[in-house]
């Protein structure tokens, strides 16, 4: 008998008629990697932001990483509804975003340029999945990654707002 404590996660067969698990859940962890990645980026420079704007930057920004900080959790669930196993290392995370950190003291209006090119990253990437999703007959990630790009294709243009000079 297993211990109730004892039990490890593990890849599972779903038959679902979602062909090529394997090959969704990597799209569906980098998406989950990058949406990590932008929800620290984002909370830090919510922390950081200073200037006149800085009220309505820091109100823009709280509401999207509250949103994808509950997305990533939606993300990795995905993963394992699939049978798949979600991300455990904060390097995995690392190493699967193309989100990248920003070393330097941006002036507000360069943290909202620079969020928003990180967000049309995160949509390219999810462009991606929902082609293979569609490919794979997985019409649920499919549909979970429409909703995700339209999430951040939004903020792209809500923070290049913010930021027209």
Not at 24 to 46: C, E, M, N, P, W
Not at 138 to 159: C, G, I, K, N, Y
């Amino acid at each position: 008998m297993t211990q109730p404590l004892n039990v490890v996660p593990s890849t599972k067969e779903i038959s679902s008629g979602v062909r090529q698990p394997e090959t969704i859940a990597s799209g569906l962890g980098q998406v989950l990697a990058d949406t990590y990645r932008l929800t620290f980026k984002t909370h830090a420079f919510h922390w950081n932001v200073e200037g006149p704007l800085f009220y309505a930057i820091h109100n823009l920004t709280e509401g999207q990483y509250e949103d994808m900080f509950a997305a990533a959790d939606v993300l990795a669930e995905r993963m394992r509804a699939i049978g798949q196993i979600a991300p455990m290392t904060m390097a995995e995370i690392v190493s699967n975003s193309v989100i990248e950190d920003d070393n330097t003291a941006p002036s507000a209006g360069e943290m909202c340029e620079i969020l928003a090119a990180d967000h049309e990253r995160v949509a390219h990437r999810l462009h991606a999945l929902i082609k293979i999703a569609g490919d794979q007959n997985d019409p649920v990630t499919e549909d979970l990654a429409t909703a995700r790009s339209a999430f951040h294709e939004q903020a792209a243009w809500m923070l290049r707002s913010m930021a027209a000079k």
